[in-house]
């Protein structure tokens, strides 16, 4: 399985992102995939994920309502909508996958089998 994630880049406080991230290598409507970040001195963090079945989302308490996950089947690609943006949104954003994920494991990042390389968002204020 690999993941391709694209899409970060600059963007002023209060602005709007997408990111998408491209999954090739297995089934993917049989993987729940999620949003990490990881900010410069900082450890990683969950942001979103979304699940294999019915697709449900969980998100971050610090993105809840300015972020939204969705996935796109038919294209093998996971998005993340990131709306009125932050400085502290600044970090390196990766995706990852797993085909055996439990609710409860949704937010550990030790509990996803496959990682994208980062893409980076930097917030301006």
């Known amino acids: 399985v690999q993941l391709q994630a694209s899409g970060g880049g600059l963007v002023q406080t209060g602005g709007s992102l997408r990111l998408s991230c491209v999954f090739s290598?297995?089934?993917?409507?049989?993987?729940?995939v999620g949003w990490f970040r990881q900010a410069p001195g900082k450890e990683r963090e969950f942001v979103s994920a979304?699940?294999?079945?019915?697709?449900?989302?969980y998100y971050a308490d610090s993105v809840k309502g300015r972020f939204t996950v969705s996935r796109d089947n038919a294209k093998n690609t996971m998005y993340l909508q990131m709306n009125s943006l932050k400085p502290e949104d600044t970090a390196a954003y990766y995706c990852?996958?797993?085909?055996?994920?439990?609710?409860?494991?949704?937010?550990?990042?030790?509990?996803?089998?496959?990682w994208g390389q980062g893409t980076q968002v930097t917030v301006s204020s």
């Open positions: 990852a996958a797993d085909r055996s994920l439990i609710t409860s494991s949704i937010g550990n990042g030790n509990a996803y089998d496959y």
């Open positions: 290598g297995g089934t993917f409507r049989d993987y729940t």
């Open positions: 979304i699940k294999r079945s019915g697709g449900a989302t």
